[in-house]
Nanobody, 119 residues
Framework: QVQLVESGGGLVQPGGSLRLSCAAS????????MHWYRQAPGNQRELVAS???????NYADSAKGRFTISRDDARNTVYLQMNSLKPEDTAVYYC?????????????WGPGTQVTVSA
């Protein structure tokens, strides 16, 4: 079956760093665009960063310059390196896999991992 397994979340102080990992199984990983979303209490789920199957990246304005998304196709894993963390980064972070076009309707979600930024 398809599994997206996130790791690396936790509690960190403002200004600190975390690296989230998402290991995928059950999909042809190199055919999927990968994304990190987050959702804070009372907010909609928002896209934080994306990396296409070819390695092209994009970031939300709130993440640009602080976060880096990368992928390792040999390990079927996508990463989100988060630096200079702020309290407003506190959210549940979700790994999302979406098949590259024209099959972008095929998609999967991880269970989410909590990131808390607090002094």
């Amino acid at each position: 079956q398809v599994q997206l397994v996130e790791s690396g979340g936790g509690l960190v102080q403002p200004g600190g760093s975390l690296r989230l990992s998402c290991a995928a199984s059950g999909i042809t990983f190199n055919r999927y665009d990968m994304h990190w979303y987050r959702q804070a209490p009372g907010n909609q789920r928002e896209l934080v960063a994306s990396i296409t199957s070819r390695g092209l990246t994009n970031y939300a304005d709130s993440a640009k310059g602080r976060f880096t998304i990368s992928r390792d196709d040999a390990r079927n894993t996508v990463y989100l390196q988060m630096n200079s963390l702020k309290p407003e980064d506190t959210a549940v972070y979700y790994c999302h896999a979406r098949h590259s076009p024209p099959f972008q309707g095929v998609l999967y979600w991880g269970p989410g991992t909590q990131v808390t930024v607090s002094a």
